[in-house]
């Protein structure tokens, strides 16, 4: 089975500065997809940004990129820029590329605090 | 833009009663999706539908829960006698495809509350 870490409860970043967030996962596949989420206090999940494990190259959308290292198994986002309204709760989930309609597993997520 | 709604967004129940949770996907999807998160933990898959039948199923989901898509817009959650440990927040969630574009598009979710 897989199985998703994020070893960071709490991150804390100043307003217009870059934070990463840690995520590792551990799976025998070769083929997945890695997202990560964001779950302000309104509690909607909200997809970020996801990156197909093929791919070498990271993911980027806007203000967010990922650092994805296949062989170390760690996908990591970094947020540049950031802002009040990127407070939140951040999870990393994978994917299985394989089986119909596959579930999301999650991590146990990284609540991210913006100061002024 | 569409959405996956649900309701209740608050649920309170007692023990041993059952309770159904609603959720309406987003129209032209064909993956749906139930989640669950217990206070301050993360999230966890309960179950995938297609083509009205169940596709997988994760350990939580005993036969105490049951899902069903009664007609072509609602997809629900049913806990036939809730415990005090099913309280969390229940997401569902929605996909027009399995392939790697297709989103899984949550809804907001609905608080299970069991006294």
């Known amino acids: 089975a897989q199985t998703v870490t994020q070893s960071q409860p709490e991150m804390s970043v100043q307003e217009a500065e870059t934070v990463t967030l840690s995520c590792t996962y551990d799976t025998s596949e070769s083929d997945y997809y890695l997202f990560w989420y964001k779950q302000p206090p309104s509690r909607q999940m909200i997809l970020v940004i996801r990156?197909?494990?093929?791919?070498?190259q990271n993911a980027t959308e806007n203000r967010f990129s990922v650092n994805f290292q296949k062989a170390a198994k760690s996908f990591s986002l970094k947020i540049s820029d950031s802002q009040l309204g990127d407070a939140a709760m951040y999870f990393c989930a994978y994917r299985s590329e394989t089986g119909t309609a596959s579930k999301l597993t999650f991590g146990t997520g990284t609540r991210l605090q913006v100061t002024l | 833009e569409p959405e996956v709604t649900q309701t209740p967004s608050h649920q309170v129940t007692q023990m041993g009663q059952e309770v159904i949770l609603r959720c309406v996907p987003i129209s032209n999807h064909l993956y749906f999706y139930w989640y669950r998160q217990i206070l301050g933990q993360k999230v966890e898959f309960l179950v995938s539908f297609y083509n009205n039948e169940i596709s997988e199923k994760s350990e939580i989901f005993d036969d105490q829960f049951s899902v069903e898509r009664p007609d072509g817009s609602n997809f629900t959650l049913k806990i036939r006698s809730t415990k005090l440990e099913d309280s969390a927040m229940y997401f569902c969630?929605?996909?027009?495809?399995?392939?790697?574009?297709?989103?899984?598009?949550f809804g907001p979710g609905t608080r299970l509350t069991v006294t």
């Open positions: 969630a929605s996909s027009p495809g399995q392939g790697f574009v297709y989103e899984q598009y």
């Open positions: 990156q197909e494990a093929y791919k070498q």
